[in-house]
Every structure is written in structure tokens, then in C-alpha cells.
């Protein structure tokens, strides 16, 4: 039978009932014995000390209560003295044993360090609702073609906004990156275009002045602007006098107000004026700008879409041929907007995941491995009276202290991580930098491992509250023999969740290999780019445009250490560059209400971009400085678009000009010159668009906003003062952006080298894991076999050959674990294949090299251990027992 | 003729029980027994109510106890004072003394001047 500490009596004591019976006894014998002796007879003797006593049982119960209570609140003192003893043993034992201690506790933190890092990330990413009052009502509203999605036409934004029933409001916006002048210098800012509803719709205020009216969202009306709180702090000092704040950019505007703080969507805009201001594309097929709007109440993302679709249909029905919806696309802000970034976070989940179970999984196995060792320790405390309750207790304390400070490690290592990975996170994962720790999600994986320290803490002591005591002093096989069988089960999951880890890493880390090993097609190696703009306010006329180009690429190339230098649209790897219709003489066109006979990207170009760039130009000619505005129109092509359009042909000579998708304006036909290698647009990953470039000469009207791009020996700083003293005596009043294409080439590859340097991590300390747990696993089994291996070692064996049958014998299991590994890495790692490039997710290198890889680490990690079994002295090993 | 007997004050109890046992350890029925002569009947004290108030002094860790085999050779539970009841019974006669001396004064003043 078992009893509560409260049922137990306390040495010398007797329990309370008898103990206050007995006392109140022995006064009334006492006191009839006194009255006897004064004469009295027994009988009355009796009866007057009872009733001299007075109220015998209420004073029996008044004593039973009292002295119960106080026996309780004793006793509770001392079970919590117990627990400061038992505490303090428990850290004077790991102290003893720091080996074990720091295993158990590194184990537990890395688990939960990187479990709540990244969880912690998630939860900022993903999980985190947007910014604006009822976010989730926020839908990005867009065109479904039959090759994907693409920006709503303007026209057609204004039928739906009248037209569909699902929209509490409905606007358009689209931002660029400009001058804007006004402010104490001219500035590169970004400003977004913004139609009537769009601040109504994001539910945002100002925090000065007021947010655009109906009459400024008209065109012809007087422009305003409302700037973000950063611009209004940084470029007009926090001025409260709005009236006096003027800018210049693409219009001559009033400042009416100021954004509330932290407010700058889109783009992390600078600056809000309305979209109205400028004439727009009356073509239904001209997808410029973005929809975005806010639902009805109870209105679904896929009800508006079938709203909005019908209305394109009926839109269809009367545009014609200019018209290029299949319907429309509704889809949540906030998923969009984690787009990006959801595979590689589900992904870094399930690799923290994995981690964790790893590490429970070794700290199962090293308390088991504790456990085993002091059964006998323990056997010999229950023998000697200590309590199973004690026992069970002091091992639970043990387990305790161990969870707490591995939990307390692991939330110093999680914050450790979350610095560390902001620094290294790409771009797209900006929100990083604000990423924190998250108290429910740290609570969730510390109790995670606490759960794990207490449960495997705790299995083998109730094992011995179960078992003889006699049977494990002595000694006992049995019961070691199928711990043995758990713990090797438990190493072997370990070795099988570090291959997952591994294989994926692994096929990672030949991802990123092979896209760094992609021929880029040009060298970025010593280029330094800056881009400028022009604006119609500071530049009416184009011409003076191009004469500021002109001017500034001739005082650039006359830097001394300037090798090359020239301007283009959009540099490789930026982006992908702007897309439209042309027409290829003498080809037939693609609908007989336009010239298109085919799309291409469109670029610019100038003498030395080529060169600067080291893009090789693989047939005909460079840009020559007789390409000028008056000679005839010449234009250079990219190889895909040469291999399109005139397969095995000669493209030189071949004619052809942009045909416009508005027909505002038909360009003249210009010729063919040169075709020049291929270079990556949007990503390095995908293949380059059929591009062809102008010189901006011949094109001025996309002369207003060039990116130049500089091949230089000097360093990038003197670069940078150099070119902007040469702009300055051209200009001083156009502000540049510099760059460096190593930079833009590296930033190509960041999610890739995060996600490689992450999971590389994780699969490393996942190996470090499971080779503790090799070592562990034979350490355990050479002590239990000392006496066998000390009869091998008397009979004669070679001490070599011992060591090799322990290692050999371990090495079952950890193939057992590589084999159930590379099974789950055949599932899983089909999760990773939109990551992969070029490599399958069975890629037999990453497999293969995984598996020789775990084989060694084992081979190693056994190594030691059985070296020392073979060190046996046959005579003490048989003694021993 | 003799008064009646007063009822004792409340609290003054713990003071006789700390007091006998400051003598020496001894069990509830010598204490019973010790009061009632030296207060000569005087005080009017339940036999019964000294016992509560020994275990409360128990709980309040003033006194200890053991059940001890005495001289007639009949097991009794027998009480001894703790240091921290000798210096509750140190504070209790201090704390008496002054309040009997003060209330003495007030009792036997006669009245000088203007009182009323």
C-alpha cells in the first residue's frame, strides 16, 4: 500500500487519534486517582473528574484539529526541504559527470534554440497579420491569361470598380523610382500612383494635414502629395508647416500630408500622389498597374473572383481584339505577400523539426544510458530504506534541472540565431531583421524537451520502483539487455533523421553549386553601375536628355582607370526588362488587327554597355559612335531572339521595328547590326527573354531613366566620388544611384546561400548528434560486455579483432539507420524540388556521398569506445562480477 | 467568605503553561494540577481547556512534546519549553508585569485637581 507523506507518522510520534485519546486519558485516571486518595470512592471519583474536565469531546476534537493541521504544514516544509537537498545533489552529480551534463544540456538547446528561432520566424513571416485594419479583407485583384496572371488594364479596373458587387473598394496603384526635387537636394525617391479609394482602402490616416479628396483624384486637377513620415523626417527636417513643402518630380506638387509612422505601401513608397494626374492607356490589353481591394464583409476571395470574372466577360464581349483576359484572378494580400518566401520557411520548419526530434531523441538515449549506470546506485539507496517515492523523486529533480538549463541554453542560442540569421538573410527575407522571439512558440518547444528530458529522466527509475532490488544489485541482465534494444532502436532514428538532414542539404548545396557554376554570359567582376533620371520637368526636351548622357559617359570614360562605360535600360539580373510587340519584315502577323508578328523585351543600349559588361557580341558589330540620332536606325539582338526569328539564317541586315501595342506611334524600320550573347534577366535560374537593344540615341523617349554600367580597376568608393564630380559639371542638380554588379550577382544567390548555410547547419549538428549517440550506444555495450570480451581477450582473441567485432556490431545499427533514412529522404525531398536546379531530388552524388559520409562519422565515432573495450584486463573483467 | 472565582483572562492561559514549564518538562495533568493549587481556586479554569491551548502552543513551536515512560512507570506525553517559548514567556511576564503595574496605578489613584 501505498501512502501520501501526510498519512506517514513522524518518528516518535503517535498517530493523532490515539495520541490525543490517550492524553486525555491518562488525565482523568490521574485525577481520579488524586480524588481516591482524598477519600472518594471509584466510581464518583470518576465521575467528578470527568466532570471537572468540562466538555470532553469538543475538547478532543479541538485538539485532533490542531494538531492534524500542524502535523500537515510540517510535513509540507519538509517535502520542499527534500526538494532543495534533492536540487542540490542534482547539480553536484552533474558536476561530477560534466561529460553527461554538457551532452545533455548542449543537446536540449540546440533542439530548442533552433526549433524557436525559426518557428519564430515563421510566425513574423507568415503567420503575422498585415498591418492594416481587417488585413484579411485585402485581396490583389488581376487578369488570368492563358500563360498566367497579369497587372489589370485601367480601363477595365474602372468597369469593375462600378460594376462588381464584391468590393468595399477598389484601386490601382504602380510606383517608380525618380527624382524628385524640392527638398534641400534632388533625391532619389520612390512615389506610387495611387487612384481615389486607395488609402480608404488600406484604412491608413495621416498624422498631419489631410489625405487626398475626390477632386485632387481628377485629371487636370491640381497635383498633391502626401508624403511618408521617413521622408517628411529625413528630407524636410519634420517641418509642421505643409504649405510650404513643394516637390518637383513628374509634376509641381503641394504637400497636404504626412502618413501615419511606418505607413509606406506600396514599395516602401516615399511619396502618394494620385494616378489620375496622368492621362491613362484607354487599351483594355495595357496592364500597367496593380488592383488591390478591400472585400465585402463576408465576401470570399473566390466568390470575388467569379464576380470579377463575369464582369470581364461582359467587358469581352464588347472590346474585340483588344482584349486578352480569360478571367480574373482574386487572391489574399497576405499569402501573396509570404509567396515568396512560404517554401523556404515550411522548409527550414521541417529542418528545425527534424532537429529537434534528433535531439530528443539523443537525450532519450543519453538519460537511458544515465539511467542504466546508476541503477545500482539506486538499487542500493531503495535497499537502505530510502523511499520508491524518494527515488522516483530525485531522479524526476535530475531530469529537471537538466531541461531547465538545456531549455535556458537553447533560449539564449535562439536569439543568438535570430540575430545571426538577419544578418545573412537575403533581401526577400527582409522581415527578418524584425523578427522576434515568440513566447507561445517558445513555450511550446521548451516544454517539448522538457517533456522529453522528464519522460526518458524518468523510465529508468520507475523501472527500478518496479523491478527487485535484490535482482539489480546483483546485477541483472534481463531488464539492461532491453534497454540495450531501446537505446540502439533510439540511435538508430537518430542516424536515420540526420540523413534526411544531410541528403537535403546535400542536394542543396549541389543546387547552389551548379547555379554559381552558370555561365552568366558576362563578367561582373570591376563593374560599378548608377542609375539616373531625367524628368520632363527639368529635361522638356529629350534631346537634352541624350546630350546629358552623351556628356556624362565622356567625362566618365575620361577617369583614368575607367576601362569601359555605357548605358542600359535595365542591367542584367535586375530585373526582367519591359515587354513589347514587333514586327519582323515580311513576316505575317499574329492577328490581323495588328503589325505584332511577335513579342520582344526591349532594351537600350549605347557604345562601350557591351564592352563594359564584357558581353560578347557574336556576329556583326558594336554601336558605333556614327549611330546617331539622324543615321539610319540600327538595332542589336540577343541570340534567342535571332534563333526565333530567323532560324538558320543570317540576321544581319534583317529589318523589323516595335509595332506598339496602342499603335500611338509606328517606329521606323531599323536594321539589324549585331547579335550579342545571351545574359540572364530576372534570375539567373531562367533562361534570358528575346531581347533587342536600341541605342538610346535612336529611342530617346526611353532616354529619360538609364542605368549606366562602368568597367574600372579603381576602388569602388574613388569610382563613386569621380563619377558623381563628373555628373555634377554636367548636372548638379540629378541625383545617382550606384551599385556594383558583384553585388547584384551575389544578391541573385542570396535565398539560395541562406537556405544552403541554414540547412547546411542544421544537418551538421544533426551528424554531431547521432555521432554522440554512436559513441554512447557502444560505450554502453563494451561495459556491459566486459566480461565476455575479457574471456575473448584470456582465450586468446587479438585485442584488434575485439575492437572490430564491437565496431562491427554497432555498425548494424547505424545501417539500420541509414536505410530507413534514405527512404524518408526519398519522400521528403521531393518537397525540395522548386529549389533545385539541376539536380534531381534523387541525385545519387547526394545520396551516395550522404551514406559514405555516415558511415565514416560512425566508424569514427565507435572507434574510441571499442578501442578501450579491447584495453580489457581479462583477469579484473572476469572478476568484476 | 471567598469571592467567586474569576474567569481568567483571555491569554493569560499560555502565560501559566510556559511559566510552569519554564521549571522543567512535565505532562498536562502536573500543569493542571500545579495551577489550580497555586491559584488556589481563585482562577476558575476548565481542567479540559489546557490542553488545546498546550497543542496550539505546539503548533506555534513554544513548546515540544514526547510520549515518555514516567516514574509510576504509566506512559504519559510529556511537554518541555523551546528556546522559543522561554523567550515568549520572557516577553509575556515583561508585557503582564508592566500592564498589572499600570492598571494598579490608575485603580488605586485618588484624584488631584480638576477631573471633571
Same mark, same amino acid.
Given at each position: ?14 498517530p493523532v ?7 486525555l ?5 490521574r485525577?481520579?486517582a488524586?480524588l481516591v ?5 471509584v ?6 473528574a470527568e /466532570?471537572?474536565?468540562g @466538555?470532553?469531546?469538543?475538547?478532543s476534537?479541538?485538539?485532533r ?6 502535523r /500537515?504544514?510540517?510535513r509540507? #516544509? ?5 526538494v532543495t ?12 559527470s560534466?561529460t553527461f551534463?554538457f551532452?545533455?544540456i548542449a543537446?536540449?538547446a ?10 519564430s ?8 497579420p ?12 488581376a487578369e488570368q ?5 497579369s497587372h489589370?488594364?485601367y ?11 464584391s468590393?468595399q473598394?477598389l484601386?490601382?496603384?504602380y510606383?517608380?523610382?525618380?527624382t ?8 532619389r525617391?520612390?512615389?506610387a500612383?495611387? +487612384?481615389g ?12 494635414g489631410?489625405?487626398?479628396t ?13 508624403? %511618408?513620415?521617413?521622408?517628411?523626417r529625413d ?5 509642421r508647416d ?5 516637390? /518637383?518630380?513628374?509634376?509641381n506638387?503641394?504637400v497636404?500630408?504626412?502618413a ?12 502618394w500622389?494620385?494616378?489620375e ?15 488591390l481591394?478591400?472585400?465585402?464583409d463576408?465576401?470570399?476571395? $473566390?466568390?470575388?473572383q467569379?464576380?470579377?470574372s +463575369? ?13 486578352d ?5 482574386? +487572391?489574399?494580400l497576405?499569402?501573396d ?5 512560404r517554401?523556404?520557411l515550411?522548409l527550414?520548419l521541417?529542418?528545425?523539426g527534424?532537429?529537434?526530434l534528433?535531439?530528443?531523441t539523443?537525450l ?5 544510458a544515465?539511467?542504466t ?6 538499487a ?13 523523486r ?22 543568438g ?9 537575403p ?23 522538457l517533456?522529453? $528530458?522528464?519522460?526518458?529522466g524518468?523510465?529508468p #527509475?520507475?523501472?527500478? %520502483? ?11 541482465r ?5 534497454r540495450?534494444?531501446?537505446w ?23 543546387s547552389?553549386a551548379?547555379?554559381?557554376?552558370v @555561365?552568366l554570359?558576362?563578367?561582373?567582376v570591376g ?12 529635361y522638356?526636351?529629350?534631346q537634352?536628355?541624350i546630350?546629358?548622357h ?11 582607370g575607367v ?13 526582367e ?5 514587333i514586327?519582323?519584315?515580311g513576316?505575317?502577323?499574329?492577328s ?19 564592352q563594359?559588361l ?14 546617331t ?11 534567342q531572339?535571332a ?10 541586315g534583317?529589318r523589323?521595328?516595335e509595332?506598339?501595342?496602342d499603335r ?8 539589324v547590326i549585331?547579335?550579342?550573347r ?15 537593344y536600341?541605342?538610346?540615341r ?6 529619360r ?7 574600372s580597376?579603381?576602388p ?6 569621380a563619377i ?6 554636367v ?9 556594383t ?8 544567390? $542570396? +535565398?539560395r546561400?541562406?537556405?544552403v ?7 551538421g ?64 525531398t ?7 536546379y539541376?539536380v ?30 579491447t ?11 | 467568605?471567598?469571592a467567586?472565582p474569576?474567569a ?7 502565560i501559566?503553561?510556559?511559566r510552569?514549564l519554564?521549571?522543567?518538562?512535565t505532562?498536562?495533568y ?10 488556589r481556586?481563585d ?5 479540559g481547556a489546557?490542553y ?21 512507570g504509566?506512559?504519559?506525553k ?11 514567556l520572557?516577553?509575556?511576564l ?6 498589572v503595574?499600570?492598571?494598579?496605578r ?7 485637581g480638576?477631573?471633571?
Amino acid at each position: 500500500m501505498t501512502r501520501t507523506p501526510e498519512e506517514l507518522p513522524l518518528s516518535g510520534q503517535k498517530p493523532v487519534d490515539e495520541d490525543v485519546r490517550q492524553e486525555l486519558q491518562d488525565h482523568i485516571e490521574r485525577r481520579a486517582a488524586e480524588l481516591v486518595e482524598g477519600g472518594w470512592t471509584v466510581a464518583d471519583a470518576r465521575a467528578e473528574a470527568e /466532570r471537572v474536565f468540562g @466538555d470532553i469531546r469538543g475538547v478532543s476534537d479541538e485538539c485532533r484539529h490542531i494538531t492534524s493541521k500542524a502535523r /500537515r504544514s510540517r510535513r509540507r #516544509g519538509e517535502w520542499l526541504d527534500g526538494v532543495t537537498s534533492d536540487l542540490r545533489f542534482a547539480l553536484r552529480l552533474l558536476r561530477r559527470s560534466p561529460t553527461f551534463a554538457f551532452v545533455a544540456i548542449a543537446t536540449l538547446a540546440l533542439g530548442v534554440g533552433a526549433n524557436s528561432a525559426i518557428f519564430s520566424l515563421i510566425d513574423g513571416v507568415l503567420l503575422r497579420p498585415l498591418p492594416y485594419p481587417r488585413g484579411d479583407q485585402l485581396v490583389n485583384v488581376a487578369e488570368q491569361h492563358r500563360k498566367g496572371a497579369s497587372h489589370l488594364p485601367y480601363a477595365n479596373f474602372v468597369d469593375i470598380r462600378a460594376q462588381s458587387k464584391s468590393f468595399q473598394q477598389l484601386a490601382e496603384f504602380y510606383s517608380s523610382r525618380s527624382t524628385v526635387l524640392g527638398a534641400n537636394a534632388p533625391i532619389r525617391a520612390t512615389t506610387a500612383f495611387v +487612384t481615389g479609394d486607395f488609402f480608404p482602402m488600406l484604412r491608413t490616416t495621416v498624422q498631419l494635414g489631410r489625405l487626398t479628396t475626390a477632386a485632387d483624384h481628377q485629371f487636370g486637377a491640381v497635383p498633391v502629395a502626401v508624403i %511618408s513620415d521617413r521622408f517628411w523626417r529625413d528630407h524636410f527636417a519634420a517641418n509642421r508647416d505643409l504649405q510650404s513643402l513643394r516637390l /518637383r518630380g513628374e509634376f509641381n506638387m503641394q504637400v497636404v500630408g504626412v502618413a501615419a509612422p511606418g505607413f509606406d505601401f506600396p514599395d516602401g513608397a516615399d511619396i502618394w500622389i494620385p494616378l489620375e494626374l496622368e492621362r491613362q492607356a484607354t487599351s483594355r490589353t495595357a496592364h500597367n498597374a496593380a488592383a488591390l481591394g478591400r472585400l465585402r464583409d463576408g465576401v470570399t476571395p $473566390a466568390a470575388a473572383q467569379q464576380d470579377v470574372s +463575369t464582369v470581364l466577360r461582359h467587358i469581352g464581349e464588347t472590346a474585340g481584339l483588344d482584349f486578352d483576359a480569360v478571367g480574373a484572378r482574386v +487572391t489574399s494580400l497576405h499569402a501573396d505577400q509570404a509567396g515568396g518566401t512560404r517554401t523556404p520557411l515550411l522548409l527550414l520548419l521541417g529542418a528545425s523539426g527534424l532537429l529537434l526530434l534528433t535531439a530528443c531523441t539523443n537525450l532519450a538515449s543519453t538519460l537511458l544510458a544515465r539511467g542504466t549506470a546508476r541503477q545500482q546506485e539506486l538499487a542500493v539507496r531503495t535497499a537502505i530504506g530510502a523511499g520508491r517515492g524518494r527515488v522516483v523523486r530525485q531522479i524526476f529533480t535530475e531530469s529537471l534541472v537538466i531541461a531547465v538549463l538545456g531549455c535556458g541554453a537553447g533560449l539564449v542560442l535562439a536569439e543568438g540565431l535570430l540575430r545571426g540569421m538577419a544578418l545573412v538573410a537575403p533581401p526577400e527575407l527582409v522581415v527578418m531583421q524584425t523578427a522576434r522571439l515568440d513566447l507561445p512558440v517558445v513555450g511550446f518547444t521548451a516544454a517539448t524537451a522538457l517533456a522529453t $528530458a522528464l519522460l526518458f529522466g524518468f523510465l529508468p #527509475g520507475l523501472r527500478i %520502483s518496479a523491478v527487485d532490488t535484490g535482482q539489480l544489485m546483483r546485477g541483472s541482465r534481463g531488464a539492461s539487455s532491453r534497454r540495450g534494444a531501446i537505446w540502439s532502436a533510439l540511435v538508430a532514428v537518430q542516424v536515420a533523421l540526420a540523413v534526411i538532414l544531410l541528403i537535403g542539404s546535400g542536394l542543396l548545396i549541389r543546387s547552389f553549386a551548379r547555379v554559381t557554376q552558370v @555561365d552568366l554570359g558576362f563578367d561582373p567582376v570591376g563593374v560599378t553601375t548608377f542609375a539616373t533620371d531625367l524628368p520632363e520637368l527639368n529635361y522638356p526636351d529629350v534631346q537634352q536628355a541624350i546630350r546629358f548622357h552623351d556628356r556624362v559617359l565622356e567625362l566618365v570614360r575620361a577617369i583614368p582607370g575607367v576601362q569601359a562605360a555605357g548605358v542600359t535600360l535595365v542591367p542584367p539580373l535586375a530585373d526582367e526588362g519591359p515587354s513589347g510587340g514587333i514586327e519582323v519584315e515580311g513576316k505575317p502577323a499574329l492577328s490581323p488587327a495588328y503589325p505584332s508578328t511577335g513579342h520582344g523585351i526591349y532594351q537600350l543600349a549605347s557604345v562601350g554597355f557591351f564592352q563594359s559588361l564584357g558581353i560578347k557580341i557574336v556576329r556583326g558589330r558594336d554601336f558605333a559612335e556614327s549611330d546617331t540620332p539622324t543615321s539610319p536606325p540600327v538595332v542589336i539582338v540577343n541570340q534567342q531572339l535571332a534563333a526565333r526569328e530567323w532560324p538558320g539564317e543570317d540576321p544581319i541586315g534583317k529589318r523589323f521595328r516595335e509595332s506598339g501595342m496602342d499603335r500611338v506611334a509606328v517606329e521606323p524600320w531599323a536594321t539589324v547590326i549585331g547579335v550579342a550573347r545571351d545574359v540572364p534577366a530576372s534570375s539567373r535560374t531562367s533562361p534570358p527573354g528575346e531581347t533587342y537593344y536600341y541605342t538610346y540615341r535612336q529611342l530617346p523617349n526611353r532616354a529619360r531613366f538609364l542605368t549606366a554600367t562602368v568597367r574600372s580597376i579603381l576602388p569602388t568608393a574613388q569610382l563613386e566620388r569621380a563619377i558623381r564630380a563628373a555628373i555634377d559639371r554636367v548636372d548638379p542638380n540629378v541625383p545617382a544611384e550606384f551599385g556594383t554588379m558583384p553585388a547584384v550577382v551575389a544578391s541573385s544567390v $542570396a +535565398t539560395r546561400r541562406f537556405m544552403v548555410l541554414l540547412l547546411g547547419l542544421f544537418a551538421g549538428v544533426a551528424l554531431l548528434l547521432a555521432a554522440v549517440g554512436i559513441y554512447g550506444v557502444v560505450a554502453y555495450s563494451v561495459a556491459q560486455r566486459t566480461r565476455e570480451i575479457g574471456i575473448r581477450i584470456a582465450l586468446g582473441a587479438a585485442p584488434a579483432a575485439v575492437g572490430r567485432m564491437v565496431q562491427l556490431g554497432a555498425m548494424g545499427v547505424v545501417l539500420a539507420g541509414v536505410a530507413i533514412g534514405v527512404a524518408g529522404a526519398l519522400g521528403a525531398t521531393r518537397l525540395l524540388r522548386s529549389l533545385l536546379y539541376e539536380v534531381t531530388p534523387t541525385d545519387p552524388l547526394a545520396f551516395g556521398g550522404v551514406i559514405v559520409l555516415l558511415v565514416v562519422t560512425a566508424w569514427l565515432a565507435s572507434w574510441a569506445p571499442a578501442r578501450r573495450g579491447t584495453r580489457i584486463d581479462p583477469v579484473a573483467a572476469i572478476r568484476a562480477e | 467568605m471567598p469571592a467567586a472565582p474569576m474567569a481568567l483572562v483571555k491569554g493569560t492561559l499560555d502565560i501559566l503553561i510556559l511559566r510552569t514549564l519554564a521549571w522543567g518538562p512535565t505532562h498536562g495533568y502536573a500543569i493542571s494540577r500545579w495551577i489550580r493549587e497555586m491559584t488556589r481556586d481563585d482562577l476558575q479554569v476548565e481542567e479540559g481547556a489546557l490542553y488545546p491551548a498546550l497543542r496550539r502552543l505546539e503548533e506555534r513551536e513554544l513548546v515540544e512534546s514526547a510520549w515518555k515512560r514516567t516514574e509510576t512507570g504509566r506512559e504519559a506525553k510529556v511537554y518541555h519549553l523551546t528556546a522559543a517559548g522561554r523567550r515568549q514567556l520572557q516577553r509575556d511576564l515583561d508585557g503582564w508585569t508592566r500592564y498589572v503595574t499600570a492598571m494598579t496605578r490608575v485603580l488605586q489613584a485618588r484624584p488631584s485637581g480638576a477631573i471633571g
